[in-house]
T-cell receptor, first 110, second 112 residues
Framework: DQQVKQNSPSLSVQEGRISILNCDYT??????FLWYKKYPAEGPTFLIS?????DKNEDGRFTVFLNKSAKHLSLHIVPSQPGDSAVYFC?????????FGTGTRLQVTL | DGGITQSPKYLFRKEGQNVTLSCEQN?????MYWYRQDPGQGLRLIYY???????QKGDIAEGYSVSREKKESFPLTVTSAQKNPTAFYLC???????????FGDGTRLSIL
């Protein structure tokens, strides 16, 4: 049973536009949510996170939104840059356990 | 610079062999983790350790073993009992009970 779902395996966005990556979860006990970015043959790099007591967290070009009632979070990247092209994993935490989604491959085109 | 070092980057195993993947961290983190990534899938937890000399099975521990004799080191052995060992293996560490986890660059294991 997939507790964290990223239903879009891939996304293509033009440089300068907004990228929106989505993530849904089923476990209401998750209390912390994270986004990781991963390049091929490298480990995931932590990008941004949000606690369940908040609905928005912003860090530069990256903003994460959390809708607890819908059990949905999203990552917005504005403006998108070619270097943002990577696989993005959503992850949800209950204590020290971390459950990952299957990832969304973002391609930022010129 | 502090970080997590995984070695080797690529590893080949013959049928019936055990192989050990190395993971070392100098972040002074108490907790360490091993994940497996398969194409089109998320990361799945194999084993984790919150403190030295203690470790717990994750979701897919069968065919794997670990040890945690030092805080800095958490080696993973892929045994011959693991029937489908070809994957990308990732080690992570974190402050105990906290996020985020920080990852190494992974080891890709292939069967000859």
């Amino acid at each position: 049973d997939q507790q964290v779902k990223q239903n879009s395996p891939s996304l293509s966005v033009q440089e300068g536009r907004i990228s929106i990556l989505n993530c849904d979860y089923t476990n209401s006990m998750f209390d912390y949510f994270l986004w990781y970015k991963k390049y091929p043959a490298e480990g995931p790099t932590f990008l941004i996170s949000i606690s369940s007591i908040k609905d928005k967290n912003e860090d530069g070009r990256f903003t994460v939104f959390l809708n607890k009632s819908a059990k949905h979070l999203s990552l917005h990247i504005v403006p998108s840059q070619p270097g943002d092209s990577a696989v993005y994993f959503c992850a949800a935490s209950e204590g020290s356990d971390l459950t990952f989604g299957t990832g969304t491959r973002l391609q930022v085109t010129l | 610079d502090g970080g997590i070092t995984q070695s080797p980057k690529y590893l080949f195993r013959k049928e019936g062999q055990n192989v050990t993947l190395s993971c070392e961290q100098n972040l002074n983190h108490d907790a360490m983790y091993w994940y497996r990534q398969d194409p089109g899938q998320g990361l799945r937890l194999i084993y984790y350790s919150q403190i030295v000399n203690d470790f717990q099975k994750g979701d897919i521990a069968e065919g794997y073993s670990v040890s945690r004799e030092k805080k800095e080191s958490f080696p993973l052995t892929v045994t011959s009992a693991q029937k489908n060992p070809t994957a990308f293996y990732l080690c992570a560490s974190s402050t105990q009970g906290a996020q985020p986890q920080h990852f190494g660059d992974g080891t890709r294991l292939s069967i000859l």
